[in-house]
């Protein structure tokens, strides 16, 4: 109570959306209390986010802003300075605490007493895999307690469990392959085929390829445990299809974690199985996402309406897809396929348990009971270590609050600059995790509303809990910690909370029947990931406000953008073949048969003409401006071929010291580049199979071809490939090089190194095809007439000469070292004319943007 400067203030205004209200504040040691006749609100200090008290107003009030973890943001108007200072100074105080015995749990007691008291009991790790089938239908299986001191690992469990031919003494070598000794683990075995679902953290390879012969071997006999066996005792191989190892971040993000130690699997040393990319982003994208959700929310209280463009740019809805694809995959191949799966991340503590549950909520009804969601969080986030009190910001710090002054606005702005710049590696921290796991529960169980026993409010109970940390159950970030702390005798549980008022959370709807016959989908769920929503009631708007009918109809696949050859089933060796020609794409169409079920449906790629219009060109048929809407290939697949190479490129770049890898990375990148631009016939220099003729396409726009190329036509001034890789690289270029061109190029990270430049199609006025090298995809109407000298040209240039001729376009200062300036060879075979420069000067390039490091990334 000592924190507590003022315990009472009269005649408060409080502003809660469009409503107002006049009466009293209390402030008490664990709650801020706002009691009015018709409204009164409980604010538990864990549960706040931001305050920030602001300058006074017109009417000559001074009012306190208050944002909620649990998406309640208020605005509290008092009458004087010195009421909102102290008010402002106390929830200060007592919010920003020190230790986790400060918080709200350690001094609840619930009063009437709960009438179950079995919570922390919930979840029995023996019973919970006896009920799966280890040790009961399958013997392949053990309990190991090497971690019964957590010294083995210390965010892992006491118990355990592996196969049964893996002894302790491998799983101790192979724990120092897997960063925080976070081995393969089991985590799920299903009932219906005894396939498993175990997680791990990322292996330690770095920069020289380590491996560990150990971790090897106890991935090739998870894998084996349900292998059919021949009547000599033989494993009968090819029975298991479709072994899976789930990495669950992002592609790039993966191979970059190698430069810090870490990295990602090499399949040349796994045997009998095949590695996926889920591209879910890591947690600072996630927090960042939700802050502009946030932003766009907060404008329905000042507006009236939510700001939808906003809204849709926080991604937010891209993500819960992302882990309901990772999940759904996983369903696929336990429950289809009769295939093992590992799933890990970095840590193997965040994504990773996104995965793991929510695919186990689809496999097993008993997850989808009310007893079994409990068990299955206390299984999968708290015992396997979630960092609740990390990622929930428990300890929060002043940082989260800004006190703006009414005379001094330079202090105002310092004060903003520190609160996001300044010390912030607590905030950095915090991340929607578990949030993003409950929207998942929410999507399936709005698609399937008979299936789930518990309701929605149940979940939203969960999620307010999470933050208001009035139970033991997500205090802490390991098992360890809660036994350190004696959670179980000085905190209440949540579930007793829960379970002694059973009907409220209960679902009117469940058939349990469905479940239990076994018939038809047998008891497992296969949500659709494009049929999501915002759950609006959690975030406290109608669903009106934020799932319009056109809101969610144009969600695509987040799988779609981060195809790799192993996903396709294509084999570790794709890429090289893709380069050497061995690959054939004779076919157009993109088939249904999706062993994994994450492709789209039967459609046919837009067509490409290029291919058809050379043709006429070397066969001198006049084309005038008709465009041929028909062509032998995809743009798409070119670019789909040319995205799967880089990451052969990146995987093989690393073999050495850090500096000389990072100069093979780049340059590797470089060369998979040309590799995939390179004319296949020896005279041509943009032959009818180079990527460039590939990324023709008839009538589309700007926009259309810098997508194919996964870069928006927004980002302009692009400069030369090879002038950057040979500035990071530090190779001098040739004397011939650098006389083409003495404009300098603007500085670009490894990660904006993207060519963008295309070729025209045929013009429809002059009939022949002009070479394009504008970094902004700007159409011909808006470049400069030719001069003089080049109409003279034109002039004395036949109608019959014309027919077929590539009149070529003067290539900007960018491209001078990718397209020649004069005196190209055509496919053609017709010389082409030499124009000068023009005379119009060149418009002042605007300074990009310096990118972070991709070396960094998490």
């Not at 870490?262 to 996402?289: F, L, P, Q, W």
């Not at 949540?494 to 016959?517: C, G, V």
């Not at 890898?661 to 590799?675: E, G, H, I, K, Q």
Request: with cysteine; aromatic share 8%.
């Amino acid at each position: 109570m000592d924190y507590i400067k003022i315990a009472k203030v009269n005649a408060v205004q409080l502003e809660k959306g469009q409503s107002t209200y006049i009466g009293t504040l209390h402030l008490t040691a664990h709650h801020l209390i706002f009691f009015h006749p018709d409204q009164e609100i409980w604010i538990s200090y864990p549960t706040i986010h931001t305050v920030e008290k602001g300058l006074p107003t017109v009417h000559n009030a001074w009012p306190l802003h208050i944002r909620c973890h649990n998406f309640v943001f208020v605005a509290l108007n008092f009458q004087s300075e010195k009421d909102v200072t102290d008010v402002y100074e106390s929830i200060q105080k007592l919010t920003c605490i020190s230790s986790v015995e400060q918080l709200y749990a350690f001094f609840y007691t619930p009063s009437p007493a709960f009438k179950t008291t079995d919570g922390w009991q919930i979840y029995d790790p023996l019973l919970e895999y006896e009920r799966m089938g280890v040790m009961s239908k399958s013997d392949q299986w053990r309990v190991s307690e090497l971690n019964r001191t957590y010294t083995f690992s210390p965010t892992y469990p006491q118990l355990i469990v592996v196969p049964s031919k893996i002894s302790d003494t491998v799983l101790q070598y192979a724990a120092k392959h897997r960063s925080k000794a976070r081995i393969p683990a089991l985590s799920y075995l299903h009932w219906n085929n005894m396939a498993s679902i175990t997680r791990s953290s990322q292996p330690m390879v770095g920069l020289k390829q380590n491996r560990s012969i150990q971790d090897e071997k106890l991935i090739e006999a998870i894998f084996m445990t349900n292998v059919p066996q021949s009547s000599s005792g033989n494993p009968v191989y090819g029975s298991t299809a479709t072994n899976l190892i789930i990495d669950a971040r992002p592609t790039a993000n993966a191979m970059a974690n190698t430069a810090v130690g870490a990295g990602t699997e090499n399949m040349e040393n796994y045997r009998n199985c095949k590695k996926v990319y889920s591209g879910i982003d890591n947690i600072h994208v996630m927090r960042d996402s939700l802050n502009k959700l946030v932003e766009a929310l907060q404008e329905i209280d000042t507006k009236g309406s939510v700001n939808k463009p906003l809204l849709q740019k926080s991604g937010w809805l891209r993500h819960i897809g992302a882990v309901m694809d990772g999940a759904v995959m996983i369903v696929r191949n336990i429950h289809i396929s009769s295939s093992h799966v590992l799933v890990h991340c970095s840590d193997g503590w965040d994504r990773t348990a996104q995965l793991t549950s929510v695919a186990q909520i689809c496999l097993d009804p008993y997850y989808r009971t009310l007893r079994g969601f409990q068990v299955l969080v206390e299984k999968e986030w708290c015992s396997f270590g979630y960092k609740f009190m990390d990622r929930c910001g428990h300890l929060s710090n002043d940082k989260n609050f800004v006190a703006l002054s009414a005379t001094n606005s330079a202090a105002n702005t310092f004060a903003n600059v520190q609160n996001k710049f300044i010390n912030n590696k607590h905030i950095r921290e915090t991340s929607p995790i578990f949030h993003q796991f409950l929207d998942c529960v929410f999507q399936t169980m709005h698609q399937n509303p008979k299936r789930f026993e518990f309701n929605e409010y149940f979940l939203m109970q969960l999620h307010y809990h999470v933050y208001s940390c009035q139970f033991g159950n997500f205090l802490f970030n390991c098992q360890k910690d809660r036994r350190e702390y004696n959670a179980t005798t000085k905190c209440a549980s949540i579930w007793d909370f829960i379970n002694s008022s059973k009907e409220e959370y209960l679902n009117k709807d469940y058939d349990q029947s469905i479940d239990k016959a076994r018939g038809g989908d047998e008891g497992v769920l296969f949500p659709d990931t494009k049929a999501i929503k915002y759950w609006s009631k959690l975030f406290g708007r109608t669903d009106e406000e934020l799932n319009s009918p056109d809101d969610n109809t144009n969600l695509s696949n987040p799988l779609n953008d981060r195809m790799t050859p192993e996903l396709l089933g294509f084999g570790n060796n794709y890429a090289e073949s893709v380069a050497s020609g061995e690959v054939d794409h004779s076919g157009d169409e993109r088939v249904e048969s999706d062993p994994l079920g994450i492709g789209s449906s039967t459609s046919t790629a837009p067509p490409r003409s290029s291919a058809r219009v050379n043709n006429l060109v070397r066969a001198g048929t006049p084309t005038g401006g008709t465009q041929v809407s028909e062509g032998e290939d995809s743009w798409q697949k070119s670019a789909d071929n040319l995205a799967s190479k880089f990451p052969a490129a990146l995987s093989g770049a690393f073999g050495g010291g850090f500096v000389d890898s990072f100069n093979r990375l780049t340059m590797n990148v470089r060369d998979t580049w040309y590799a995939s631009s390179t004319p296949s016939g020896p005279n041509s220099q943009y032959g009818e199979d180079s990527a460039f003729a590939d990324m023709r396409t008839s009538g589309a726009g700007s926009q259309n071809r810098a997508a194919t190329l996964g870069r928006s036509s927004s980002n302009r001034h692009r400069g030369t490939v090879d002038r950057e890789m040979r500035s990071i690289s530090g190779t001098p270029a040739p004397a011939s090089t650098q006389s083409q061109s003495n404009t300098p190029s603007p500085k670009h990270s490894l990660a904006d190194l993207t060519l963008e430049h295309e070729i025209d199609p045929l013009r429809s006025s002059g009939g022949g095809a002009a070479f394009r090298g504008s970094p902004n995809g700007s159409n011909s109407s808006s470049r400069p007439a030719t001069n003089s000298r080049q109409q003279q040209a034109a002039a004395n240039t036949s109608p019959k000469e014309s027919v077929g001729r590539l009149t070529p376009r003067v290539a900007s200062p960018d491209l001078s070292m990718t397209l020649p300036s004069s005196g190209a060879v055509e496919p053609c075979g017709v010389t082409t004319i030499e124009r000068p420069a023009s005379p119009v000067p060149e418009q002042p390039k605007e300074p990009v943007k310096e990118l972070p490091h991709p070396l960094f990334v998490e």
